[in-house]
């Protein structure tokens, strides 16, 4: 079965400190996985991929098969980073996104 | 970019009534759209995968009869909450594979709030 695992609803850090949102999946095969970002009043909208291996507004995320965990990172937060992030998968070959539970990040000033 | 216009943004209905969602595809082709349901503070699940020209896909869970989806043409496709009950109340999200753009071409409708009173 496929499953994504965000085991942290909730972020809070301060401007300038690194962030660390984790994700795990659970897939038996070869997974496609992403990072999207909901802001507030706003939709869905993709962050990045581990295929592209991008940086993307500061954010970098290592898909670990070892760990089977792909958590997304940046060394300095922005009050602007504020949003609700989800981790997503997509299994070899198949249309559907499954999506973790989403961690709602909050930068302080 | 591709964008996918969901209508209306929100909804208040009586309990008992039908209510239709629109998930429309503004400037691209869509073949395969899905649908979301997000409860408060929670994931989106997926409830189902919409073909073009073809039946719906419902994931294990969801009532078939209850949902009911059409995705008759290639830029529209249709939620349609039948008998509606309080407990339907949540928000509804459509999303759409854009072609061309392999495997990271989901794009995401605004979201349409359902309340059933």
């Known amino acids: 079965a496929q499953r994504v695992t965000q085991p942290e609803k909730l972020l809070s850090v301060f401007k300038g400190a690194p962030v660390e949102l984790k994700c795990n999946y659970s897939?038996?095969?070869?997974?496609?996985l992403f990072w999207y970002v909901q802001y507030s009043r706003q939709r869905l909208q993709l962050l990045l991929r581990?295929?592209s291996r991008e940086s993307i507004k500061g954010f970098t995320a290592d898909l670990n098969k070892g760990e089977t965990s792909f958590h997304l990172k940046k060394p300095f937060a922005q009050e602007e980073d504020s949003a609700m992030y989800y981790c997503?998968?997509?299994?070899?070959?198949?249309?559907?996104?499954?999506f973790g539970q989403g961690t709602r990040l909050t930068i302080n000033p | 970019g591709a964008v996918v216009s969901q209508h209306p943004s929100w909804v208040i209905c009586k309990s008992g009534t039908s209510v239709k969602i629109e998930c429309r595809s503004l400037?691209?082709?869509?073949?395969?759209m899905f649908w979301y349901r997000q409860f408060p503070k929670q994931s989106l699940m997926l409830m189902a995968t919409?073909?073009?020209?073809?039946?719906?896909?419902?994931e294990q869970g969801v009532e078939k009869d209850k949902f009911l989806i059409n995705h008759a043409s290639l830029t529209l496709s249709t939620l349609t909450v039948t008998s509606a009950h309080p407990e339907d109340s949540s928000f509804y999200i459509c999303?759409?594979?854009?072609?061309?753009?392999?495997?990271?071409?989901?794009?995401f409708g605004s979201g349409t709030r359902l309340t059933v009173v």
């Open positions: 897939y038996s095969g070869s997974p496609e």
């Open positions: 400037d691209f082709q869509a073949t395969t």
């Open positions: 999303s759409a594979r854009v072609p061309g753009t392999g495997s990271y071409g989901y794009t």
């Open positions: 581990h295929i």
């Open positions: 919409s073909n073009e020209g073809s039946k719906a896909t419902y």
């Open positions: 997503a998968l997509k299994g070899y070959g198949a249309q559907k996104l499954v």
